[in-house]
């Protein structure tokens, strides 16, 4: 089956840092994709990551092992504007993506 | 990137109506998807649209429930039939940067509240 497992929530302090994980089973594998959604509003494309290692862009890199099933987001310099739900979403043989619940971030002063 | 309208923004319908939801997208894709996310929940693809063709549904989706139509390369409407509460959801559709694959661009999303 294709399964994905990331926290519900997670609680960081403005300027800090905050790696959000991803575990992932899934009928073949492509890529990862992760998101931002920001609360009622829609999806946003962060990163893709095809190859395993660190991918870094900006205050937000992403890290994947692919014999792990494993991704990580990795957020620095935390601001507030960062609270939001992070949607870890790997795609499968047939390039479909495959949603996890997403994790959501509070970011607090 | 792509710019996706959708409408209506928002709703709140009756049980037992049916709602129809518009996309138009600002180029020609090739095909666009239609998902459902429920609140707190993951998003769920509904469906594909292809343009000139029937639309390719995902298990637990019929088309008699969600009617979708494809007239062109740049639209695509997305119908909720015959709503009860259990539909009251986002639906949002979606392009992908490549074709059917790659980066997916999202619409500002509908949201349903069915009484």
């Known amino acids: 089956g294709q399964n994905i497992d990331q926290p519900t929530e997670m609680t960081a302090t403005e300027g800090a840092i905050v790696q959000i994980n991803c575990t992932y089973q899934?009928?073949?594998?492509?890529?990862l994709f992760w998101y931002q959604q920001h609360a009622g509003e829609a999806p946003t494309f962060l990163s893709y990551n095809v190859l395993d290692g660190l991918e870094e862009k900006g205050r937000f890199s992403s890290f994947l092992s692919r014999s792990k099933g494993y991704s990580y987001l990795l957020l620095k310099e935390l601001q507030m504007k960062d609270s939001a739900s992070y949607l870890c979403?790997?795609?499968?043989?047939?390039?479909?993506?495959?949603w996890g619940a997403g994790t959501k971030l509070i970011i607090k002063p | 990137s792509a710019v996706i309208s959708q409408k209506p923004s928002r709703d709140i319908c009756q049980r037992g109506t049916s709602l129809t939801i518009q996309c138009q997208v600002d180029?020609?894709?090739?095909?666009m998807f239609w998902y459902r996310q429920q609140p707190g929940q993951s998003l769920t693809l509904i469906a594909t649209a292809n343009q000139g063709s029937e639309a390719t549904y995902e298990s637990g989706f019929v088309i008699d429930k969600f009617p979708i139509s494809r007239p062109n390369l740049t639209f695509s409407t997305l119908t909720v039939s015959n709503m009860s509460p259990e539909d009251s959801s986002i639906y949002l559709c979606s392009v992908a940067r490549q074709g059917d694959r790659g980066e997916l661009f999202f619409g500002e999303g509908s949201r349903l509240t069915v009484l």
């Open positions: 979403a790997p795609e499968d043989s047939n390039y479909q993506l495959i």
């Open positions: 899934t009928s073949g594998f492509n890529g």
């Open positions: 180029s020609q894709v090739t095909m």
